[in-house]
T-cell receptor, first 116, second 111 residues
């Protein structure tokens, strides 16, 4: 079975500071991994995805994540936080289900606050 | 390009009333379709999943049902709402590529 653990349900950073959101996965097969962002009262938007190509994945809004198999991690980073980055972030891993398609397993989310 | 629509955007319903939420996808064929619920402080819960017309899989036993009458239409229903049905309902679609694309959501408040 596959699972995702997001460490820290709430993270607060100052504007301009490094953003680091942690995600660890468990998977018996090579995983596909995703980061999504959700702004208040909106749907989830895909930030970036890892699909077994380059281990450093760049996404939208200046975010990137590095797949580290030895650490079973897929942490999300951004060098300099903006006020507009305040949102909830979800890490997800794919689980093959039903033989015909894919079911995403989501972490419990990390709420990012950016202080001025 | 593909788009996904959900309506209504917000809904306030009394306990015991029926529910119908609709989701439609444009610009793709034979998508996989999903219904999720977000309750306060509880993350994303997958409710239903569909790989084709009339094919519905339920993740958890509950007061809700889903139907897929057309290829790109997915409906979430209830005959009698409970207080615990309140939450933010999200529809999503995917192709085989894995990532899911989410609609704007429906905020349901049951009073």
């Amino acid at each position: 079975a596959q699972s995702v653990t997001q460490l820290g349900s709430h993270v607060s950073v100052s504007e301009g500071a490094l953003v680091l959101l942690r995600c660890n996965y468990s998977s018996s097969v090579p995983p596909y991994l995703f980061w999504y962002v959700q702004y208040p009262n909106q749907g989830l938007q895909l930030l970036l995805k890892y699909t077994s190509a380059a281990t450093l994945v760049k996404g939208i809004n200046g975010f990137e994540a590095e797949f580290k198999k030895s650490e079973t991690s897929f942490h999300l980073t951004k060098p300099s936080a903006h006020m507009s980055d305040a949102a909830e972030y979800f890490c997800a891993v794919i689980s093959l289900w039903g033989g015909a398609t894919n079911k995403l397993i989501f972490g419990t989310g990390t709420l990012l606050a950016v202080q001025p | 390009s593909q788009t996904i629509h959900q309506w209504p955007a917000t809904l306030v319903q009394p306990v015991g009333s029926p529910l119908s939420l609709e989701c439609t996808v444009e610009g793709t064929s034979n998508p996989n379709l999903y219904w999720y619920r977000q309750a306060a402080g509880r993350g994303l819960q997958l409710l239903f999943y569909s790989v084709g017309i009339g094919q519905i899989s339920s993740e958890v036993p509950q007061n809700l049902s889903a139907s897929r009458p057309q290829d790109r239409q997915f409906i979430l229903s209830s005959k009698k709402l409970l207080l615990s049905d309140s939450g933010f309902y999200l529809c999503a679609w995917s192709d085989w590529g894995g990532e899911q694309f989410f609609g704007p959501g429906t905020r349901l408040t049951v009073l």
